[in-house]
Nanobody
Framework: QEHLVESGGGLVQAGGSLRLSCAASGRTFSTYVMGWFRQAPGKEREFVAAISWSGGSTYYADSVKGRFTISRDNAKNTVYLQMNSLKPEDTAVYYC?????????????????????WGQGTQVTVSS
């Protein structure tokens, strides 16, 4: 069982930056592919970014590519999401997730159904 706790959310003006963190409690963090998803009011949960267990491969939704960066520190059992040039449409609850599934194609990690563990979420609000 993996327990995930997100932090770092808040209110920021458009064009600003935030860094989200997700701390894992288990001993096998370094074996997980980690992902970030977000859900805005009235919308479905959507993929934001994912990172392989080693950090060597990263995947991004087109809407955040070039603005967001996912990274991880396996020694600290933590995954990060650096968000720059934030837009009002980035407003959502952000969730981190972990999966033990290993795929050769990164496209599988775009689906929330591929993840086994979820955090409780952290609110990000971008004002215009």
């Amino acid at each position: 069982q993996e327990h995930l706790v997100e932090s770092g959310g808040g209110l920021v003006q458009a064009g600003g930056s935030l860094r989200l963190s997700c701390a894992a409690s288990g001993r096998t963090f370094s074996t997980y592919v980690m992902g970030w998803f977000r859900q805005a009011p009235g919308k479905e949960r959507e993929f934001v970014a994912a990172i392989s267990w080693s950090g060597g491969s990263t995947y991004y939704a087109d809407s955040v590519k070039g603005r967001f960066t996912i990274s991880r520190d396996n020694a600290k059992n933590t995954v990060y999401l650096q968000m720059n040039s934030l837009k009002p449409e980035d407003t959502a609850v952000y969730y981190c997730a972990a999966t033990t599934r290993i795929y050769s194609s990164g496209s599988y990690y775009y689906s929330a159904g591929q993840y086994d563990y979820w955090g409780q979420g952290t609110q990000v609000t971008v004002s215009s």
